[in-house]
């Protein structure tokens, strides 16, 4: 069974870059995965970051890019503030109509 | 802006039975694909479940499979999620989401805030 990998925690400096990866246990990203990001803070519904490899959703911020790096999905903060602090996912899809999500990565920005 | 509103969730025993409702505020719910993803407490987010615009194809996470049943009314803008044989393990906000596609890219584009299912005796 393919399982979705992401970082449990990371953690950026207030200002700083930080990149959160996506990846597959068996294969690699690539476009046909159709990769996408999830913000979700603590009791609140997730919102969609990032879709199309490298398209933000309105109202996102350009901190926020992704991309494909190496053989995973990448989400790069550059310049991170406070308010990022958030649980991030990714979604992929895997084949014969089966999406998963990574388990999630918790991003501190201390 | 379309909006999804879930509804539905409530306390079961195990092996009991629930319906999940989700009302779409929008023009074009014929349109889309729709689904369902769920998060157990503490848990991260699973997807569960997804249905083709005309509802004939449908889509399930191996966890559900043959307990859980996906389906829609595109006359009442409506999605649901039939919720059956179930287990203390299927305890969580089930959200209600809408598939958007931009440059041949899928994603779930629209959230429902969620409602919550609670398994227990």
């Known amino acids: 069974q393919t399982v979705v990998t992401q970082e449990p925690s990371l953690t950026v400096s207030p200002g700083g870059t930080v990149t959160l990866t996506c990846g597959l246990t068996s294969g690699s990203v690539s476009t046909a995965n159709h990769p996408s990001w999830y913000q979700q803070t603590p009791g609140q519904a997730p919102r969609t970051l990032i879709y199309?490899?490298?398209t933000r959703s309105s109202g996102v911020p350009d901190r926020f890019s992704a991309s494909i790096l190496g053989n995973k999905a990448a989400l790069t903060i550059t310049g991170a503030q406070a308010d990022d602090e958030s649980d991030y996912y990714c979604?992929?899809?895997?084949?014969?109509?089966?999406?998963?999500f990574g388990g999630g990565t918790k991003l501190a920005v201390l | 802006e379309v909006q999804l509103v879930e509804s539905g969730g409530n306390l079961v025993q195990p092996g009991g039975s629930q319906r999940l409702s989700c009302a779409d505020s929008?023009?074009?719910?014929?349109?889309?694909?729709m689904g369902w993803v769920r998060q157990a407490p503490g848990k991260g987010l699973e997807w569960v479940a997804n249905?083709?615009?005309?509802?004939?194809?449908?889509y399930y996470v191996d966890s559900v499979k043959g307990r859980f049943t996906i389906s829609r009314d595109n006359a009442k803008n409506s999605l649901y999620l039939q919720l059956s044989s179930l287990r203390v393990e299927d305890t969580a906000v089930y959200h209600c989401v809408q598939w958007l596609l931009q440059n041949n890219y899928y994603y779930m584009g629209v959230w429902g805030k969620g409602t919550t299912v609670i398994v227990s005796s």
């Open positions: 199309s490899i490298n």
């Open positions: 979604l992929l899809y895997i084949e014969s109509g089966i999406w998963v």
């Open positions: 249905i083709r615009q005309d509802g004939g194809e449908t």
């Open positions: 929008g023009f074009s719910f014929r349109n889309y694909w």
